[in-house]
T-cell receptor
Framework: QQQVKQSPQSLIVQKGGISIINCAYE??????FPWYQQFPGKGPALLIA?????SEKKEGRFTISFNKSAKQFSLHIMDSQPGDSATYFC???????????FGKGTRLHILP | KAGVTQTPRYLIKTRGQQVTLSCSPI?????VSWYQQTPGQGLQFLFE???????NKGNFPGRFSGRQFSNSRSEMNVSTLELGDSALYLC???????????????FGPGTRLTVL
C-alpha cells in the first residue's frame, strides 16, 4: 500500500516559470515531510523539509506548502532554471519510527 | 568532510548468485539506511542500522539482509538473486548524538546492480 502519492510523474516548465509538485499522504502519524532532489548518477539530496506545525516553509526559490486537514503538501519552485532539471521526491516519516516513505518521484525538465 | 561512499558502483550478477554491497557513512554518523530504487517502485526502504543494531526493516524478503560494523560501515547482502532485484541500491547516513530517521539523511551515489 503506497502511503505517499506524488504527482505528476513528469513535468515540463519554461525557464522562469513556477514548477509545482504535489503529494498526498494517508498516515496521520507522519510528522516530518522532506523533499529530495536527485540528479542522474547521484543519490538523492535533501532539498527542504517541513513539520506539520507550520503551513509554509520557504528556502530561496523553494517553498513547501502544507495542508494538514487535506493531508497534502506541495513543492513550489519559483523562477525555475534549467539547473533545476532533476527528479524530485517527496517523503514522509514519523519521529521514532526510523523509516522514511518516499513518493514515486517527479521528473522535472526546465526548458531553456 | 567526505560524503557517503558506496562500493562497488556497478555490479553484474546472474540469477541465483549472491551479492554484498558496502557503504561507508559520513564520519561521525552512526545511522545507516538502505534503499532500493527502481523505475516502477521508486525508492523503497530496506532497513536501518544504528550502533550495529537493526532498528527497522522494510517489507522485503529475508533474502535481503544487512549488518553494521563498529566503525558504522554497513554492508547489505542479497542471496539467491532474482531478475527483479536489478535496481539502484542507495545507502544514506545520518547522525548525531540523538540520531533518528528524521535527521537529515545524506545519500551515497548508489550501487547499480544488474541481474542477468
Amino acid at each position: 500500500q503506497q502511503q505517499v502519492k506524488q504527482s505528476p510523474q513528469s513535468l515540463i516548465v519554461q525557464k522562469g516559470g513556477i514548477s509545482i509538485i504535489n503529494c498526498a499522504y494517508e498516515n496521520t502519524a507522519f510528522d516530518y515531510f522532506p523533499w529530495y532532489q536527485q540528479f542522474p548518477g547521484k543519490g538523492p539530496a535533501l532539498l527542504i523539509a517541513i513539520r506539520p506545525d507550520v503551513s509554509e516553509k520557504k528556502e530561496g526559490r523553494f517553498t513547501i506548502s502544507f495542508n494538514k486537514s487535506a493531508k497534502q503538501f506541495s513543492l513550489h519552485i519559483m523562477d525555475s532554471q534549467p539547473g533545476d532539471s532533476a527528479t524530485y521526491f517527496c517523503a514522509a516519516s514519523t519521529t521514532g519510527n526510523d523509516k522514511i516513505i518516499f513518493g514515486k518521484g517527479t521528473r522535472l525538465h526546465i526548458l531553456p | 568532510k567526505a560524503g557517503v561512499t558506496q562500493t562497488p558502483r556497478y555490479l553484474i550478477k546472474t540469477r541465483g548468485q549472491q551479492v554484498t554491497l558496502s557503504c561507508s557513512p559520513i564520519s561521525g554518523h552512526r545511522s545507516v539506511s538502505w534503499y532500493q530504487q527502481t523505475p516502477g517502485q521508486g525508492l523503497q526502504f530496506l532497513f536501518e542500522y544504528f550502533s550495529e543494531t537493526q532498528r527497522n526493516k522494510g517489507n522485503f524478503p529475508g533474502r535481503f539482509s544487512g549488518r553494521q560494523f563498529s566503525n558504522s560501515r554497513s554492508e547489505m547482502n542479497v542471496s539467491t538473486l532474482e531478475l527483479g532485484d536489478s535496481a539502484l541500491y542507495l545507502c544514506a547516513s545520518s547522525g548525531g548524538a540523538l540520531a533518528s530517521v528524521t535527521d537529515t539523511q545524506y545519500f551515497g551515489p548508489g550501487t547499480r546492480l544488474t541481474v542477468l
